[in-house]
C-alpha cells in the first residue's frame, strides 16, 4: 500500500506541506506548478499543534504572492483531512491557507475508490478541513474547478465553534472576489454536520455552479444527510 500522511507536529509551527511556501511566506513573484498524485492507496491530513497545519498546495498561513496549477489526487482507497488541536492546525487540498492575501487559481480534481472525510473537530481555533483554495480570514481572488469523485461515502464534520469542514474556495470570515464550478460526485451517501458545499465569501461571487449528487455507483442507492447548520450554496 502506498499510503501518504501528512502529520502537522506536536510542536508550535511544525507544519507538514507538499507545495511552495510555508509560513509567513511572501515574495513579488508569482509562483506556478502542479501538484500531482498518480499511484497513491491512501492520503492523510493531520493538524498538529499551534500552527501545525497540513496542506496539499502552495501558500501557507498569512502567505503573499500568487499562486497557481492544478491539484489532482488519484487515490485507490481513501482520503482524510482532519483539524488539529492547535489554532491554526488546518487541513486542507488547495492554495493558500488562513489568512492569506493572494491570487490562487487551478482546478482541483479528487477521485478515491474509498470514503472521503473531513473533519474539523479538532479542538483548535482555525483548525478547518477544506478542499478548495483560500482558507478562514483570507482576501484576494480565487478560481478554479472543483471536481470530487468519491467511491464509497462522504462525511463533513464541522465544530460547534466555527471550525469549516468544507468544498469550496474561500472560507469563513473571508473577503475575496471567486469562481469556479463544483461538482461533487459520490458513490454511496454524503453526511454533512455543520459544513458547507460552496464557496464562501464576503466579497464578490463572480460565477460559477455546484452540483452534488449521491448514489452515483454501481447501485444507484445513495441519500444526502445534512443538519440545519450546513450550506449548499454556489
Not at 478547518?128 to 468519491?150: C, N
Amino acid at each position: 500500500a502506498k499510503t501518504v500522511i501528512l502529520n502537522g507536529g506536536s510542536s508550535d509551527t511544525t507544519y507538514a506541506q507538499i507545495g511552495h511556501g510555508g509560513v509567513y511566506s511572501s515574495g513579488d513573484s508569482t509562483t506556478t506548478g502542479d501538484i500531482k498524485f498518480t499511484d497513491a492507496t491512501a492520503v492523510t491530513l493531520n493538524g498538529g499543534a499551534a500552527l501545525a497545519y497540513a496542506q496539499i498546495g502552495h501558500g501557507g498561513f498569512a502567505a503573499s504572492g500568487d499562486r497557481f496549477g492544478n491539484i489532482s489526487l488519484g487515490l485507490s482507497d481513501q482520503l482524510g483531512l482532519y483539524g488539529g488541536g492547535g489554532s491554526v492546525a488546518y487541513a486542507q487540498i488547495g492554495h493558500g491557507g488562513l489568512a492569506t492575501n493572494a491570487t490562487l487559481g487551478g482546478t482541483i480534481s479528487v477521485v478515491t475508490a474509498g470514503d472521503v472525510v473531513l473533519d474539523a473537530l479538532g479542538s483548535g481555533v482555525d483548525a478547518y478541513a477544506q478542499i478548495g483554495h483560500g482558507g478562514s480570514s483570507t482576501s484576494g481572488t480565487m478560481s478554479g474547478l472543483i471536481d470530487a469523485t468519491v467511491g464509497g461515502n462522504l462525511t463533513m464534520i464541522g465544530d460547534p465553534a466555527g471550525q469549516a469542514a468544507m468544498i469550496g474556495h474561500g472560507g469563513l470570515a473571508g473577503d475575496a472576489t471567486m469562481s469556479g464550478d463544483i461538482l461533487v460526485k459520490v458513490d454511496n451517501s454524503a453526511t454533512m454536520t455543520q459544513a458547507v458545499i460552496g464557496h464562501l465569501t464576503t466579497g464578490v461571487y463572480s460565477g460559477g455552479n455546484t452540483w452534488i449528487g449521491v448514489g452515483q455507483g454501481p447501485s444507484k442507492i445513495g441519500t444526502i444527510t445534512a443538519d440545519n447548520t450546513s450550506l449548499f450554496k454556489s
